[in-house]
Nanobody, 122 residues
């Protein structure tokens, strides 16, 4: 089992940058596929980015070229670096983990953090 804690959210102006982090407990972090999802008010949770155990990366079309997912297994942490932020990126950002398959479907993930709020002002 793994516990996930997100941090780094905040308020940023449109066009700005922000990095959110997700720290995982346990000694087997490197064996987990990690994903970032987000949920805006009144909307369903949506896939943002994912990184596999061997660091293959995947992105939603809406963030491709603007966001970068990475992981540091020595620190048990996954990052989401966000550039050129837009007001429509405003949401609660969640990280998630599973040991079976990296993917874009939230149902594939077994463990979730509590989320961190990212607000982009226009």
């Amino acid at each position: 089992q793994v516990q996930l804690v997100e941090s780094g959210g905040g308020l940023v102006q449109a066009g700005g940058s922000l990095r959110v982090s997700c720290a995982a407990s346990g000694r087997t972090f490197s064996s987990y596929n990690m994903g970032w999802f987000r949920q805006a008010p009144g909307k369903e949770r949506e896939f943002v980015a994912a990184i596999s155990r061997n660091s293959a990366t995947y992105y939603a079309d809406s963030v491709k070229g603007r966001f970068t997912i990475s992981r540091d297994n020595a620190k048990n942490t996954v990052y989401l670096q966000m550039y050129s932020l837009k007001p429509e990126d405003t949401a609660v950002y969640y990280c998630a983990a599973n040991r079976w398959a990296v993917g874009q479907n939230s149902k594939q993930y077994d463990y979730w953090g509590q989320g961190t709020q990212v607000t982009v002002s226009s």
